[in-house]
């Protein structure tokens, strides 16, 4: 059960897009379709974005979008905006009835 | 509304034993699949068990043996027995619940609580 590989952070301006990469193995990202991304502010309760690779919850902007590739996922927020700025964590269901979560990723908004 | 809200957590010596809860309202615990995940300080997010709605339970390996999930069908409550703790167990413990699906759940967390904080030292 190793976390999966993200990395530590990204930044990008208003408006520019970015991209959080999410890399496991065939154990898990590369073996379901079950993919989930989440938001967490400081001191928050983290906060369900995209699951199932790519579908979002009612809610979530569509600026945000999931996408996978072998054992990589990506999160990709367009239009970036001042409140995307937090820490994004992918999750993938592993087999066996377990759950392995990424290291996290920190978004600073320049 | 839709709520998770944990309790129990504290300081607590290594090799003791601590009972976190998970109070929620606006739906049925029984009919959910509902997790612990917790998060060490400064760390990231790591997944701790799972109870389906129909009992089964399963464990992350670095708990298996220490930890004990449970719920109250009468309370509506989650519960999360810690026994044996170390160290590294010293962690925010988030509830959450399962986004449900038309047939079944899918594989991601659509409702959290708000935390509670374990600290594992002597």
């Known amino acids: 059960q190793s976390a999966l590989t993200q990395p530590r952070s990204v930044s990008g301006s208003p408006g520019q897009s970015v991209t959080i990469s999410c890399t496991g193995t065939s154990s898990d990202v590369g073996g379901y379709n079950s993919v989930s991304w989440y938001q967490q502010h400081p001191g928050k309760a983290p906060k369900l974005m995209i699951y199932?690779?790519?579908k979002r919850p009612s809610g979530v902007p569509d600026r945000f979008s999931g996408s996978k590739s072998g054992n990589t996922a990506s999160l990709t927020i367009s239009g970036l905006q001042a409140e995307d700025e937090a820490d994004y964590y992918c999750c993938s269901f592993a087999g066996s009835y377990t759950w392995v979560f990424g290291g996290g990723t920190k978004l600073t908004v320049l | 509304e839709v709520q998770l809200v944990e309790s129990g957590g504290g300081l607590i010596q290594p090799g003791g034993s601590l009972r976190l809860s998970c109070a929620a309202s606006g739906f049925t615990v029984s009919s959910n699949y509902m997790s612990w995940v917790r998060q060490a300080p400064g760390k990231g997010l790591e997944w701790v068990s799972v109870?389906?709605?129909?009992?089964?339970?399963y464990y992350a390996d670095s708990v298996k043996g220490r930890f004990t999930i449970s719920r109250d069908n009468s309370e509506n409550t989650l519960s999360l027995q810690m026994n044996s703790l170390r160290a590294e167990d010293t962690a925010v413990y988030y509830c959450a619940r399962y986004l449900k699906a038309v047939a079944g759940f899918f594989h991601a967390f659509d409702i959290w609580g708000q935390g509670t904080i374990v600290t594992v030292s002597s």
């Open positions: 199932d690779v790519n």
């Open positions: 109870i389906y709605s129909g009992g089964n339970t």
